[in-house]
């Protein structure tokens, strides 16, 4: 309540009696009170996205008015899985603020899972995920593709050397557990009646690599990213079948967002650019 009042430029109390009335204009208690803080009841919570698409639609009026015609200044929440962070992302982002230099850019990663969460929750503006929803409030472009590749010590050198005795053993490791890439090889080797072997979640991509080389396990990861990461040549890098291997990056942003001019803009600076256009790309 404090730092609401100072960023509002008015008391304590003032802040206490606006939620108070806002709490009876929708007949629901939106937050309880205790001893020390506030927390958000269930309907708070439920009215947290509104909120937040109502203070976006309030930052582009300010943006629109006393400017040109190009969206110069805003804030955008980039969500993207950590590979594609680390890779494509970086030049996306570059191009475009290029051109809007004004532009806070903010950037999280995670799974595509906990992105999509955060979409929904209008904690993100934009994500690039590894599965879309197929619904019609979201606008969702592929915008990469690429294909997945099984990195091992040099003493698997093929997909059949998984089979083999000595490397049954082998763990698989991930960066966190419900990896969909990882999902690929689990349904090969099931396919394939090899086998399966436990997953062992390592925490980084960086730790997941570092297990590979140190000969803890086997890892999926896109070949694309492989190639920017130092230190893997020596690792041997076993293609999955083309029924397994291929996969796929969308671009993902809730359709009413796309009025917010900024936002919009990033969008279309991310399907004119040239990686996109030529397909290359990604990791969960």
Same mark, same amino acid.
């Given at each position: ?15 206490? /009696? ?7 204009? !929708?007949? #629901? ?5 205790? &001893? ?7 309907? =708070?919570?439920? !009215?947290?996205?509104?909120?937040l698409r109502l203070e976006e639609l309030c930052r582009d009026i300010n943006n629109h008015f006393g400017q040109d ?17 680390? &890779?494509?992302? %970086?030049?996306?982002?570059? =191009?475009?603020?290029?051109?809007h230099p004004s532009a806070d850019i903010s950037v999280q990663t995670g799974g595509t899972n906990s992105l999509w969460?955060?979409?929904?929750? &209008?904690?993100?503006? %934009? #994500?690039?995920? &590894? *599965? ?10 592929? %915008? ?6 099984v990195i091992a010590r040099q003493s698997v050198a093929s997909l059949a050397d998984l089979a083999r005795p000595e ?17 690929? @090889?689990? +349904?090969? !080797?099931?396919?394939? =009646? ?6 062992? /979640? ?18 999926? @990861?896109? *070949? ?15 293609? !999955?079948?083309?029924?397994? *291997? ?29 990686? %996109?256009? +030529? ?6």
């Open positions: 309540m404090t730092k609401a009042a100072a960023l509002l430029n008015t008391v304590q109390s003032n802040v206490t /009696a606006r939620i108070k009335r806002l709490e009876d204009q !929708l007949g #629901a208690t939106l937050v309880v009170r205790g &001893s020390r803080k506030l927390r958000l009841t269930p309907e =708070g919570e439920a !009215l947290m996205p509104f909120a015609d190009r969206p110069q200044a805003g804030s955008i929440r980039i969500g993207a899985i950590e590979t594609f962070a680390a &890779s494509h992302l %970086v030049e996306l982002i570059a =191009g475009f603020t290029e051109r969460e955060k979409i929904l929750k &209008s904690e993100l503006d %934009v #994500a690039f995920v &590894s *599965r879309r929803a197929n619904e019609s409030a979201f606008f969702e472009e592929k %915008v990469f593709e690429d294909d997945l590749v490397n049954a053993k082998l763990k698989i490791l991930v960066q966190r557990s419900g990896c969909s890439f990882t999902a690929r @090889l689990s +349904d090969y !080797l099931r396919e394939t =009646g090899v086998p399966q072997r436990p997953m062992h /979640a390592v925490g980084t991509l960086e730790g997941v690599i570092g297990s590979v080389r140190a000969g803890g396990g086997i890892a999926v @990861l896109p *070949r694309s990213y492989l190639n920017l990461v130092p230190g893997t040549r020596e690792l041997s890098q076993i293609s !999955l079948p083309e029924k397994f *291997r291929s996969v796929e990056i969308f671009l993902v942003v809730q359709r009413w967002k796309l009025p917010i001019r900024l936002l919009d803009a990033f969008v279309q600076s991310c399907l004119n650019n040239q990686i %996109v256009r +030529d397909n290359h790309g990604l990791h969960d």
